[in-house]
């Protein structure tokens, strides 16, 4: 079994900045992509930003030059650094890990999702 916890959202000003961090952990073999999406109330789940297994790195325009994503794969752990945020940065963040069993097969893991607020 594998489990995906999220964390370090919060309440936070415009203009300010938060870092997430997401950790995946039990049966792992293999870690490839890491990445955030984010969902507000009434819209579709969205890609925020992907790192490969080889630090290649893509973010949505939105998100492009404030956020920057990163990977430590000695925790298994995956970073969402979050700068100058606007009030549209608001929503539920999830963390998925894309994982490879000793098969060769990938599977997708979701967490829970952490809750980022900005005030304007």
């Known amino acids: 079994q594998v489990q995906v916890e999220e964390s370090g959202g919060g309440l936070v000003q415009a203009g300010g900045s938060l870092r997430l961090s997401c950790v995946a952990s039990?049966?792992?073999?293999?870690?490839?992509?890491m990445g955030w999406h984010r969902q507000a109330p009434g819209k579709q789940r969205e890609l925020v930003a992907v790192i490969s297994s080889g630090d290649t790195t893509n973010y949505a325009a939105s998100v492009k030059g404030r956020f920057t994503i990163s990977r430590d794969n000695a925790k298994n752990t995956v970073y969402l650094q979050m700068d100058s945020l606007k009030p549209e940065d608001a929503a539920a963040y999830y963390c998925n890990v894309d994982i490879t069993d000793n098969r060769g097969y990938t599977f997708r893991y979701w967490g829970q999702g952490t809750q980022v607020t900005v005030s304007s």
């Open positions: 039990g049966r792992i073999f293999s870690i490839k992509n």
